[in-house]
């Protein structure tokens, strides 16, 4: 197995484990030991999206720049790229503390709990333990480990995080010593890859400061300012549920919205797999010019994962009463965070790699025009929302976003690039999944567990029967083929 396949195994398993990982603290545990106080744990969520809006501005896109320009470098003038990238890295630094101490005003309303003037200043750990950690990730990448950096941030952070969590319920942390910890998770990893770095890596760095405004330099400028719009937008779609919620609601309502979210994202899990994997070979064929190729992985990428996120919501959903009760009397409420928030995600699923197809044809630049018109969008539709909807509003705001941006996006690809993801099954499945859909209001949910199981192992072999016996999806049915074929011998 070459060096590429085989890292690229380890990144998933770190991807998944480390899912496991946050839905085991998120949806087993935090709404147990944040019950009675759940703006303990909302803060501690709007620290990190107020850090994550920050952080993508903040950087420069360094990281982005060194996987983009080190080879190049390498060659000729690595000692003054390594300069280049250390020089900016301290300004960085210096500039975000400066920003974080005298704009808090910024993140800081009216209804603001105090607990976030209080603790406003752990961001700091959060922003400089995410821009350092993710520089010294690139370094490790282009160097051919990205082993090290994924089990960093996908398992270790999250084991961490786990770890503290489980403290912090048995009384082994007090709130404040929990929070200060949980901030500073990110230093954690980047410890370990600092530590790794220094032992691993010889860099050699050629101080000369006229190298940084030089014409060797002019076109990584470009380079880091386009993606810094790219990434910056996309941080802010990402993170701007719970700035809305803080603005206009409360911290125990970012709580209660966190734990709901987290169930709705297991449907971007598939899409997600399948983009890692597509993208390298998308890139490739835009290069060999093989449109066919692209446009056959585009089909595949949008019915396959349909079909996995599809039962996934039906699973959540059929079982949502008794998930209600495990969550209690405080995490238990607005369900429909839940639904809304996994139409727009199935949404983005059925629209495939669109995304990945724009930014990697020559069209990339468009890609900019959707994220800021994505931001738009969500912030729009969050100001109309919440003050007739409430928190439920924030899910619906982000559905209607999603669900309109890859209108857009399908159109854009349909038009330029004369391709499109849907086919004669495609429609067939939709309309199934509508009528699936329709009927699941008529079934009532339950809250005990032999009725849960019964309606999920009925619904579960009807709906795998359907989908394999109309061989919607080849790859499924292979694979379903296998699967059986083992079990009987």
């Given at each position: 197995m070459g060096i590429i396949a085989k890292q690229s195994v380890q990144n998933s398993l770190s991807t998944y484990l480390g899912f496991i990982i946050g839905g085991i603290y998120t949806v087993l545990l935090v709404?147990?030991?944040?019950?009675?106080?759940?703006?303990?744990?909302g803060l501690a969520r709007l620290l990190i999206s107020i850090a994550m809006v920050m952080i993508p501005w903040m950087q420069f896109s360094i990281p982005n720049t060194i996987i983009k320009f080190y080879s190049k470098f390498q060659k000729e003038n690595i000692g003054n790229f390594i300069f280049f990238i250390y020089f900016w890295l301290i300004i960085i630094n210096v500039f975000s503390v400066f920003f974080i101490v005298?704009?808090?005003?910024?993140?800081?309303?009216?209804?603001?709990?105090?607990?976030?003037?209080?603790?406003?200043?752990?961001?700091?750990?959060?922003?400089?333990g995410n821009i350092l950690f993710e520089v010294f990730a690139a370094f490790s990448r282009v160097n051919l480990n990205s082993v090290l950096p994924s089990f960093l941030k996908e398992v270790i952070y999250r084991l961490f995080v786990l770890i503290i969590i489980l403290a912090f319920s048995y009384n082994k942390l007090d709130y404040n010593s929990f929070l200060v910890l949980y901030s500073f998770s990110y230093v954690l990893i980047f410890v370990i890859i600092i530590v790794?770095?220094?032992?691993?890596?010889?860099?050699?760095?050629?101080?000369?400061?006229?190298?940084?405004?030089?014409?060797?330099?002019?076109?990584?400028?470009?380079?880091?300012?386009?993606i810094l719009l790219s990434t910056g937008a996309a941080m802010i779609t990402l993170n701007i549920d719970n700035l809305m919620i803080n603005k206009y609601l409360s911290l125990p309502d970012i709580a209660i919205y966190s734990v709901w979210f987290f169930l709705a994202t297991t449907l971007s899990v598939p899409l997600r797999s399948i983009t890692g994997i597509a993208a390298p070979i998308i890139s490739k064929c835009f290069t060999n010019n093989d449109i066919s190729t692209i446009k056959t992985i585009y089909k595949k990428s949008s019915i396959t994962p349909l079909i996995i996120s599809t039962f996934i919501f039906f699973i959540l959903w059929l079982n949502v009463d008794l998930i209600k009760m495990y969550f209690g009397n405080t995490f238990g409420q607005n369900e429909k965070i839940l639904l809304y928030i996994s139409i727009g995600n199935l949404f983005n699923?059925?629209?495939?790699?669109?995304?990945?197809?724009?930014?990697?044809?020559?069209?990339?630049?468009?890609?900019?025009?959707?994220?800021?018109?994505?931001?738009?969008?969500?912030?729009?539709?969050?100001?109309?929302?919440?003050?007739?909807?409430?928190?439920?509003?924030?899910?619906?705001?982000?559905?209607?976003?999603?669900?309109l941006i890859n209108v857009a996006r399908l159109i854009f690809v349909f038009v330029r690039l004369?391709?499109?993801?849907?086919?004669?099954?495609?429609?067939?499945?939709?309309l199934f999944v509508v009528v699936l859909f329709i009927i699941s209001f008529f079934i009532k949910s339950s809250e005990g567990i032999i009725d849960n199981i019964i309606y999920t192992t009925l619904f579960s072999c009807l709906y795998g029967a359907i989908v394999y016996f109309l061989k919607i999806s080849r790859d499924l049915n292979l694979s379903f083929g296998k699967i059986v074929s083992f079990i009987w011998k």
């Open positions: 709404p147990k030991v944040f019950e009675h106080n759940p703006e303990e744990w005298f704009f808090k005003d910024l993140f800081i309303s009216e209804k603001t709990n105090t607990l976030l003037i209080e603790n406003y200043v752990l961001i700091i750990p959060i922003i400089l790794k770095h220094i032992f691993s890596y010889k860099q050699k760095i050629i101080i000369d400061f006229k190298f940084l405004f030089s014409d060797q330099i002019k076109h990584v400028y470009k380079y880091a300012f386009f699923v059925a629209a495939g790699v669109n995304g990945t197809i724009i930014t990697l044809s020559k069209y990339y630049k468009i890609d900019i025009v959707f994220q800021v018109l994505l931001v738009g969008l969500v912030i729009i539709t969050n100001v109309i929302f919440i003050p007739i909807f409430q928190i439920e509003g924030v899910a619906m705001a982000t559905a209607l976003s999603l669900i004369n391709m499109h993801p849907f086919s004669k099954k495609y429609t067939l499945f939709v």
